[in-house]
């Protein structure tokens, strides 16, 4: 799962920060580039963090029910 998590929001990431740098001006692109990678970081880090919440009380509700 946490394959699926870094393909859906990481490579995306990466491809807008290079296209990103591809533009011409430099000094305006570093602070954007910046900012793509640290929102898919938290993305990607808030929807592992999610799914690891989700599978905690699912294993809760199991062991409850025995």
Same mark, same amino acid.
């Given at each position: 799962m946490e394959d699926l998590l870094f393909k859906k929001y990481m490579l995306p990431?990466?491809? &807008?920060?290079v296209l990103l740098l591809l &533009? $011409?001006?430099?000094?305006?692109?570093? $602070? &954007?580039? &910046?900012?793509?990678?640290l929102l898919g970081s938290c993305l990607c880090i808030y929807n592992y963090w999610k799914l690891e919440v989700k599978l905690e009380v699912q294993k809760i509700k199991a062991h409850r029910e025995e």
């Open positions: 990431t990466g491809a &807008l920060t &533009l $011409p001006d430099f000094f305006m692109k570093i $602070p &954007l580039a &910046l900012g793509i990678i």
